[in-house]
């Protein structure tokens, strides 16, 4: 599903700067240059021992666990929770891991175990396959892991671009801190998109938000109750700004109401006012120039034509992508909680501060 583009024109009002509103559901309406948007919650029990959940797994769905029963998922894990190896092509993944750890495997050889706070930021380019996995490492629980996925499109001329990878770990990622008139505090995560002279680490080289141009933004927003800031307007006539309260209670987008559980298309051009309600809330704000090409989709592939879509099965088919070099289709990294990346060619990178 993606949200109806609108004008940016208007006069400033409340009635003028929320420009539609939606329901966001599981999988989030978006808007042209991202694809996909879901915010994962799972509250999983205890690990047992061998990194999936100390619990009964009868009447789920196994490869297809999404009924959240008992307030977890397994997704498309058998044993261990999360996305076991699968194709990519054509696009990007930006995985902002907020709690628990995910770790990493793909057909390059290359791995990762991160979360708490980090981002993996995925070109997929020409091709990659790759696992996500949610390892249950506390044997005495819980183990909660929340991310958002977020799939960004390439343009034409990059979608057969290398595949790569930047790890954003927590302590390198800016925040805003924001205390207003009567002390309540914004605190905004600037994950993409400089803001107020914050600028985050640098997405892959290839990435569409790599251009300053492009005006590619990813916020996430943590308002105390009664909490006010002011969102600045964005850079180009052309961007579009999406804003999704997920946690929490309602906020006022220049006074125009935004329930918990809904988004926003709203205008880029001015300044928007954005303040909490009594329960406080979280929002999420994706924000970016389109790409503006035409856009094919079927499943992990992303290309401007159906000829482009036939190629990337065939080439999938024929090829692996380059294969699959893990001993299994849902890896996990070990019983230790460090996070590391490491890259095709043997490097290893860790976040400055443990945790």
């Not at 390892?135 to 001329?157: C, K, M, R, S, Y």
């Not at 671009?161 to 925040?175: A, E, G, K, T, V």
Request: aromatic content about 10%; charged content about 20%.
């Amino acid at each position: 599903m993606t949200v109806a583009h609108a004008s940016n024109s208007g006069d400033g009002s409340a009635s003028t700067v929320v420009l539609q509103h939606f329901p966001i559901g599981f999988q989030w309406p978006t808007i042209d240059p991202f694809l996909f948007c879901v915010h994962h919650l799972d509250h999983y029990p205890a690990g047992n021992g061998s990194f999936g959940p100390a619990a009964s797994l009868a009447g789920r769905d196994l490869g297809q666990d999404f009924a959240g029963i008992d307030g977890w998922r397994m997704y498309h894990g058998e044993a261990v929770p999360g996305f076991p190896q699968h194709p990519h092509r054509g696009f990007e993944t930006v995985t902002f891991v907020r709690r628990g750890l995910i770790d990493h495997s793909d057909s390059l050889g290359a791995a990762a175990r991160f979360g708490r706070g980090d981002v993996q930021w995925l070109t997929a380019g020409s091709g990659i396959v790759h696992s996500e996995t949610f390892p249950l490492l506390d044997e005495h629980g819980p183990n909660t892991v929340e991310l958002f996925q977020i799939w960004v499109n390439l343009p034409a001329a990059d979608k057969m671009s290398p595949p790569h990878f930047s790890m954003l770990w927590h302590d390198d990622i800016p925040h805003l801190e924001h205390v207003d008139a009567a002390g309540r505090r914004t605190d905004v995560t600037v994950v993409a998109g400089v803001l107020e002279g914050r600028t985050p680490p640098s997405s892959p080289p290839r990435s569409w938000a790599s251009r300053p141009e492009s005006d590619v933004a990813i916020w996430h927003l943590r308002l105390d109750a009664g909490a006010t800031w002011t969102m600045p307007a964005a850079a180009g006539p052309d961007t579009v700004r999406v804003v999704y309260v997920f946690d929490g209670g309602a906020v006022t987008l220049a006074g125009a109401r935004v329930d918990v559980g809904n988004g926003a298309l709203v205008r880029c051009d001015t300044d928007v006012a954005v303040a909490a309600e009594v329960d406080g809330a979280e929002v999420l704000v994706l924000q970016g120039r389109p790409i503006g090409e035409p856009v094919a989709q079927y499943g992990p592939f992303v290309m401007n034509d159906r000829a482009g879509i036939e190629t990337a099965f065939r080439e999938y088919s024929d090829t692996g992508f380059g294969g699959w070099p893990w001993p299994t289709g849902e890896p996990v990294h070990g019983t230790s909680p460090e996070r590391f990346a490491r890259r095709p060619d043997g490097v290893v990178e860790r976040p400055a501060t443990a945790s």
